[in-house]
């Protein structure tokens, strides 16, 4: 299967620290998306890497690529309370877009 | 306007019944997408539709059956359901020039 396996599977944090997120895949790719989902609710883009790119930012995120590895990582920094959410990593090949196991970042206000 | 919209967003039913769910994108967008997550937040895509065309079919039941009445519309039909269909679905579209997914609220389904 392509599914991504996420580390960790759950991440707490003070508020204003940095969470970093990872994500492994198995086979080569188009491109690497992160999504946020909050509880209950659908997934949201956050922002998306393509397979010949190392890095990329928007915002307070900080997207990484390493293809030779087949892993990507998400930095969010000076993280907030509103940034609880489960964020996933995905994998696109040919329009399909394969998701990974996500991780449950909670910040402590 | 809800970018992407899907009815019902709750629907509990007992086994053996049909349910449908159906699906709306105002995006403009080629292709949609059908996604099942489980209990413990596995997604797992279970079709894909371009202007009207299947295609991606991953291995899900026959029971389920989507339809695509025109691009804009892709909806989910689910025959003689079971305990383990218990989920909640999310409907996708895709932004062909840059590859985001754009989804919808999901609809919680209990098979009782």
């Known amino acids: 299967s392509q599914q991504g396996e996420e580390d960790p599977q759950a991440l707490s944090i003070q508020e204003g620290e940095n969470a970093t997120m990872n994500c492994s895949y198995k086979t080569s790719i188009n491109n690497l998306q992160w999504y946020r989902q909050n509880s209950g609710r659908g997934l949201v883009h956050l922002i998306l890497?393509?397979?010949?790119?190392r890095e990329k930012h928007s915002g307070r995120l900080r997207v990484t690529l390493d293809t030779s590895k087949k892993s990507s990582s998400l930095l969010i920094t000076a993280s907030r309370a509103a940034d609880t959410a489960s964020y996933f990593c995905a994998t696109e090949i040919y329009e399909k877009l394969t998701f990974g196991t996500g991780t449950r970042l909670t910040i402590i206000p | 306007d809800t970018a992407v919209s899907q009815t019902p967003k709750y629907l509990v039913t007992q086994m053996g019944n049909d349910k449908s769910i159906k699906c709306e994108q105002n995006l403009g967008h080629d292709t949609m997408y059908w996604y099942k997550q489980d209990s413990k937040k596995f997604l797992k895509i279970m079709f894909s539709?371009?202007?009207?065309?299947?295609?991606i079919n991953e291995t899900v039941p026959n029971r389920f059956s989507p339809k695509s009445p025109d691009k804009a519309h892709l909806n989910l039909h689910i025959n003689s359901l079971e305990l383990g269909d218990s989920a909640v679905y999310f409907c996708?579209?895709?932004?062909?020039?840059?590859?985001?997914?754009?989804f919808g609220e999901g609809s919680r389904l209990t098979v009782l």
């Open positions: 539709y371009n202007n009207k065309e299947l295609i």
């Open positions: 996708a579209s895709r932004q062909s020039n840059t590859g985001e997914l754009f």
């Open positions: 890497i393509r397979s010949n790119e």
